[in-house]
């Protein structure tokens, strides 16, 4: 499996996964656990900053 860098993706549990509209449940175990990429930082429009 190749290594990914975690800053650059975040860390996911789920208890299921929706694909056509259907759950998909886990056969062994609980969760699905999967990586996902981070999405790009976006800018402040409003121009307020916090």
Known sequence: MEQK??????E????YITRNG?????KKGKYFH?????KPA????T???S
Request: cysteine-free; glycine content about 4%; charged content about 30%.
């Open 12 to 15: 996911v549990f789920a208890r």
């Open 34 to 38: 999967f990586f996902v990429k981070k």
């Open 22 to 26: 259907k759950r998909i449940y886990p």
């Open 5 to 10: 860098n975690s800053l650059d993706y975040d």
């Open 42 to 45: 976006t800018k402040n429009v």
């Open 47 to 49: 121009g307020i900053s």
